[in-house]
């Protein structure tokens, strides 16, 4: 079965920095692209950032462009967030979610999520 | 960056009811328009991709048309299971990649 299961998400103060993680099984993680996708509760979905099946390449929304990093360890089936200079807006539920196109054929479609874990930023 | 809006914002329907959600892109975006499904406490579910394509295990009774910069997600007769948050997303020009604000589909 495939499972994503996401973590790291605790109350942080503005400014400050936080690694999410992202633990995959059920599939072999370094055919696919993955993203990292946050809404706020209550609220809609905002796209973060992606990371290309090989690590080769990475994109960001402008909103996170030059304050997170995405990264992955395939060794270790393994996505990372880190997150620096956080901001209240940054408050939301983090998802790890795995693209549907396998390597090349990366597709921006979002087939697996995991359940998300909560970044809260706040002094 | 292309924006999606949805409409309505919320639906109030009784089982057996045909749903109709609008999705509007600031620009085209083709058919590269996909559907997701949102249940309180869980994560999206792809419904729908390329516009009109069912994913994997998703029921007859959902489908979807458009292209260009309108979109629209039909739910032919609504099951209780169904009542959730539906958002389109685009993949034509990214990134970024962008959502829809989201249509609550309320039971009436």
């Known amino acids: 079965e495939m499972q994503l299961v996401e973590s790291g998400g605790v109350v942080v103060q503005p400014g400050g920095s936080l690694r999410l993680s992202c633990a995959a099984s059920?599939?072999?993680?370094?055919?696919?692209?993955m993203h990292w996708v946050r809404q706020v509760p209550g609220k809609g979905l905002e796209w973060v950032s992606l990371?290309?099946?090989?690590?080769?390449?990475?994109y960001y929304a402008n909103s996170v462009k030059g304050r997170f990093t995405i990264s992955r360890d395939n060794s270790k089936n393994s996505l990372y967030l880190q997150m620096n200079s956080l901001r209240a807006e940054d408050t939301a539920l983090y998802y790890c979610?795995?693209?549907?196109?396998?390597?090349?054929?990366?597709?921006?479609?979002?087939?697996?999520w995991g359940q998300g874990t909560l970044v809260t930023v706040s002094s | 960056e292309i924006v999606l809006t949805q409409s309505p914002a919320a639906l109030s329907l009784s089982p057996g009811e045909r749903a109709t959600l609008s999705c509007r892109a600031s620009?085209?975006?083709?058919?590269?328009l996909a559907w997701y499904q949102q249940k309180p406490g869980q994560a999206p579910r792809l419904l729908i991709y390329?516009?009109?394509n069912r994913a994997t295990g998703i029921p007859a009774r959902f489908s979807g048309s458009g292209s260009g910069t309108d979109f629209t997600l039909t739910i032919s007769s609504l099951e209780p299971e169904d009542f959730a948050v539906y958002y389109c997303?685009?993949?034509?020009?990214?990134?970024?990649?962008?959502f829809g604000g989201g249509t609550k589909v309320e039971i009436k």
């Open positions: 979610v795995k693209d549907i196109g396998p390597r090349g054929n990366y597709k921006g479609l979002f087939d697996y």
């Open positions: 059920g599939f072999t993680f370094d055919d696919y692209t």
């Open positions: 990371i290309l099946w090989d690590g080769s390449s990475t």
């Open positions: 620009q085209s975006v083709s058919t590269y």
């Open positions: 390329d516009a009109s």
């Open positions: 997303q685009q993949r034509v020009n990214w990134p970024p990649l962008t």
